[in-house]
């Protein structure tokens, strides 16, 4: 299971973009990259996946460069809403995969 | 969107009880997952499930149990509840054929007096 790294906290103002970065250094082959969202006492919100270049939907983008040792979550023009923490995950369908795990996270705080 | 239910949602019991949180699923998913996870803190694997009748122990050791006796349901159970087991208690499932989408419950939050 490739592990990955974040920052830990990121501060940013309503209507500004916003873009977390996940390294994930070892990534393998057959290896997807998938970000959720977490308000408090609620349970994590699937948001994107994506294996290469640029996937994007109605609530983010994500941004895999070729070698895919990094990822970069966009979030356009957040609110305060978007006040939340936000995971990188990366793993695999195959080979019986079947663990979910979730690191520290980003807690993004959104200020008006 | 996804159908995953936890009961309760708040619990707040006193010390040496047993009590069982409830997981439903009505999607047919095969692995189910469960987290512990304190305010403000990581999630922590504690229990999964492939499909019926597997079980597997996670990351943080628990001292819980699981059940899985048919695919809509995977219930948690401690038989003797202690402080040190408060905590937020989430439940969760992953659609057969996808890589990481996991559906999430609301949550169960106990509270052992």
């Known amino acids: 299971l490739a592990k990955t790294t974040q920052p830990i906290s990121m501060d940013s103002y309503e209507g500004q973009e916003v873009n977390i970065t996940c390294s994930h250094n070892n990534i393998a082959t057959n290896d997807y990259i998938t970000w959720y969202q977490q308000f408090p006492s609620q349970g994590p919100r699937f948001i994107i996946q994506?294996?290469?270049t640029k996937v994007t939907n109605e609530v983010a983008s994500l941004f895999i460069p070729a070698d895919r040792k990094s990822s970069t979550l966009s979030l356009p023009r957040v609110s305060l809403s978007d006040t939340a923490v936000y995971y990188c995950?990366?793993?695999?369908?195959?080979?019986?995969?079947?663990?979910?795990?979730f690191g520290k996270g980003t807690m993004l705080l959104v200020s008006p | 969107e996804a159908d995953i239910y936890q009961t309760p949602r708040y619990l707040v019991i006193g010390t040496g009880k047993k009590i069982t949180l409830e997981c439903s699923q009505t999607?047919?998913?095969?692995?189910m997952y469960w987290y512990q996870q304190d305010p403000g803190m990581e999630l922590h694997l504690i229990h999964y499930s492939y499909g019926v009748n597997s079980t597997e122990k996670g990351d943080l050791s628990s001292e819980s149990t699981v059940s899985r006796i048919r695919t809509e349901h995977f219930p948690l159970t401690l038989e003797s509840a202690r402080p040190s087991h408060t905590s937020q208690y989430l439940c969760?499932?992953?659609?057969?054929?996808?890589?990481?989408?996991?559906?999430f419950g609301q949550g169960t939050r106990l509270t052992v007096v």
């Open positions: 995950l990366v793993g695999d369908r195959s080979s019986g995969y079947s663990t979910l795990t």
């Open positions: 994506g294996y290469k």
């Open positions: 999607m047919g998913h095969d692995k």
């Open positions: 969760a499932s992953i659609p057969a054929g996808t890589v990481l989408e996991a559906f």
